[in-house]
């Protein structure tokens, strides 16, 4: 297994693309099969999930050819040939339940594995069952499979409330829609920047959709779907990510390509630590000068609130604060995996339930860690570029699954990183 190995080396300034964003293209890979036209994706990510859920369409029957060095994802689902998404590729990744929408919606039929659980949580998939249900579907859990009808072929619409707010099940049930027969109304629905992109292409796509990015959605179902090309929206995760980087080890960063508004309330918790945050034309800009970032408390909610997927990062720069910072996780009950190592690194951490405490101290230290999943792994990395000494982080395959390139671009603004690959 690789390992990425850092030398902290002060501030660092520059540069950094930020690629289409992984979580909307997951999702926007299987709105292929909601037709028999072509799906063109531009602004693709290069990343390991990306080639995963290729290869559950092409499992699927669908054509997807990868161009440009893979920012183009060309996809063809003319015909779906088989309608059962397998265990083996369902396990290796949770967004392959994304699937079952939109093949239930175009034939009437499917058959995918349940997920199981994952490193930072039970997740359950109840919630996409439970919408696809009231559009009428037929049900059936056997062998950890879902193995779902919709009568007479076609799903019907209906008014589903959510209880409360998930994203792949708001997704899975806005495909779904797009070609049931009546109106759908989804409410209680999840708002994030993804979704959004997600209802623009299904658009392209002829379906008539309003209200995304608020929480009620209306879906006027269609008789068929026609192909779009789509360029993917910025990763807002990538984004936030790497605006922490001059923010923990000083210096001067502009992300190229995003724009404050995909990260709100994050780029206002960095201002309250008193980091600079400036849209350019460009993209956004972050700098910090000397001393260190104040203490800030942090609670993750649903967009647009503090997004889950930079809590761990947040906290790497949090374990440099001046004072003490609470962090509440509202989102995954188990998403406090990166702290022991942190901790390993010279951070002053308590983690209890929801809620981890973290002092801040004036440096941390290089040290052998263990990334644990996509996010952790990441703020391994921002740690270990504001650390003393050499930091080795293994496990990286975590990092592949969503950051293309880590290395080139953090080298890119003088970072001292280097990728061991495993003999
Ligand atoms: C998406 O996961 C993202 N993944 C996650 O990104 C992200 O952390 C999460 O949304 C929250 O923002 C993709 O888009 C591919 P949810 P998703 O359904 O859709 C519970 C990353 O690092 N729940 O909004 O699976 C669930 O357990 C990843 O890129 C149910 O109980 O998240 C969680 O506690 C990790 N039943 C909460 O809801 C359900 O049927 C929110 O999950 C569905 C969800």
């Not at 293209?25 to 531009?42: F, G, I, V």
């Not at 239930?104 to 998939?125: E, Q, W, Y």
């Not at 960095?270 to 849209?279: E, K, M, P």
């Amino acid at each position: 297994m690789d390992s990425i190995v850092v030398k902290g080396n002060g501030a660092l300034s520059g540069a950094i693309p930020i690629a289409g964003a992984k979580n909307a293209c997951l999702t926007l890979m299987p709105a292929t099969l909601l037709s028999d036209e072509p799906l063109t994706l531009t602004n693709a990510p290069r990343l390991s999930d990306i080639a995963t859920m290729t290869q559950l369409l092409q499992s699927l029957g669908a054509e997807v050819a990868s161009l440009q060095d893979g920012l183009v994802l060309a996809m063809s689902s003319h015909t779906i040939t088989s309608h059962t998404a397998d265990y083996d590729i369902v396990r290796k990744m949770r967004a392959s339940i994304l699937v079952l929408g939109p093949m239930l919606a175009r034939d009437g039929h499917a058959i995918v594995s349940l997920p199981g659980g994952c490193a930072i949580g039970a997740r359950p998939v109840d919630l996409h069952l439970k919408a696809l249900e009231a559009m009428g579907a037929d049900l059936d859990l056997r062998d950890g499979y879902v193995h779902a009808k919709a009568p007479g072929g076609r799903l019907k619409g209906a008014v589903f409330e959510f209880p409360f707010v998930s994203v792949g099940a708001t997704e899975n049930a806005l495909m779904a829609a797009t070609l049931a027969k009546g109106t759908t109304v989804l409410k209680t629905a999840a708002r994030e920047p993804e979704i959004v992109d997600l209802a623009r292409c299904l658009r392209k796509m002829g379906a008539r959709i309003e209200g995304e990015g608020t929480s009620t959605i209306a879906i006027e179902g269609v008789d068929r779907l026609h192909g779009a090309t789509h360029q993917v929206v910025a990763d807002r995760i990538e984004l936030g990510t790497y605006m922490l980087v001059p923010a923990i080890c000083g210096g001067d960063i502009e992300c190229l390509g995003g724009t404050i508004d995909l990260v709100g309330a994050f780029a206002e918790r960095l201002d309250a630590a008193g980091v600079s945050v400036t849209q350019t034309n460009r993209g956004v800009k972050v700098s910090r000068k000397n001393g260190r970032v104040r203490a800030v408390d942090v609670t993750t909610a649903p967009y647009p609130g503090f997004p889950t997927d930079l809590q761990a990062q947040m906290m790497a720069l949090l374990c440099t604060a001046e004072g003490t910072s609470v962090l509440e996780e509202k989102i995954f009950e188990n998403r406090f995996m990166h702290a022991p190592e942190l901790i390993r690194m010279g951070a002053r951490i308590e983690v209890h339930g929801g809620h981890a405490t973290v002092t801040g101290v004036p440096k941390l230290k290089g040290a052998r860690v263990m990334a644990t999943d996509l996010r952790a792994s990441v703020s391994l990395i921002l740690a270990a570029l504001a650390a003393e000494g050499e930091t080795v982080v293994s496990r990286v395959y975590h990092l592949d699954r969503g950051y293309e390139r880590v290395e080139e671009k953090l080298r890119a603004c003088g970072a001292l990183i280097e990728r061991v690959k495993a003999a």
